[in-house]
Nanobody, 121 residues
Framework: VQLVESGGGLVQPGGSLRLSCAAS????????MRWYRQAPGKERELVAT??????????GDSVKGRFTISGDRDNAKNTWYLQMNSLRPEDTAVYYC?????????????WGLGTQVTVSS
């Protein structure tokens, strides 16, 4: 399984960005796609989750109401998105895509290399 993030960059406070995570190499119908972030000197933080069973989504308290996770597994795109609105300087971090996949009779985790998001005026 390979995950490749894109869409990061520099944005002013109050602005928006959409991150993408292109996933390849898995066809399991049981998975969770997650976005994490890590700011300098801080622990990695779970930002958003999509669960394939039931299509439930969940968000960290600091981003609820501002971020939206979505995915497009139709047409073999297998791409996941994190729409980020009303960005704040404290959202500055490296954002990582994570696939938690039921594969070969066990849960396995895969990570992308991350994309930098900087919120600054």
């Amino acid at each position: 399984v390979q995950l490749v993030e894109s869409g990061g960059g520099l944005v002013q406070p109050g602005g928006s960005l959409r991150l993408s995570c292109a996933a390849s190499g898995f066809t399991s119908s049981r998975y969770a796609m997650r976005w994490y972030r890590q700011a300098p000197g801080k622990e990695r933080e779970l930002v958003a989750t999509f669960n394939s069973v039931g299509g439930a989504t969940d968000y960290g308290d600091s981003v609820k109401g501002r971020f939206t996770i979505s995915g497009d597994r139709d047409n073999a795109k297998n791409t996941w998105y994190l729409q980020m609105n009303s960005l704040r300087p404290e959202d500055t971090a490296v954002y990582y895509c994570n696939a938690h996949v039921w594969q070969l009779f066990k849960w396995q985790d895969y990570w992308g290399l991350g994309t930098q998001v900087t919120v600054s005026s």
